[in-house]
């Protein structure tokens, strides 16, 4: 704090520095491909998932799965990527 000499004595206080806005992400995803290369499949490769299998004697085993899971993509379609790990979540309690 300073001293103003148009304050007639009284202390004010220093304008406060802005904060820097911070500049938008530009979200890349939702840009038109203008490259037009055509995907024919998209997958996901050694994903390690926990499973829990049965042994000849029926007992609970547990172990990591190696996962590889893929699409084959029609002309017309795409797909979210982060599914496929939803659909292995949803589909985990069957395959004990």
Do not use: Y
Request: proline share 6%.
């Amino acid at each position: 704090m300073q001293k103003s000499p148009h304050s007639a004595g009284r202390f004010i206080s220093e304008p406060r520095p802005r904060a820097k806005a911070h500049p938008v992400m530009h979200d890349k995803q939702n840009e038109r491909d203008t490259r037009e290369l055509r995907i024919d499949k998209v997958g996901v490769r050694a994903c390690r998932f926990p499973i829990q299998i049965r042994d000849k004697a029926h007992s609970i085993q547990n172990t990591i799965a190696t996962i590889g899971m893929s699409w084959i993509c029609p002309k017309i379609q795409s797909t979210h990527m982060s599914r496929f790990i939803e659909v292995l979540h949803a589909h985990a309690a069957w395959c004990m």
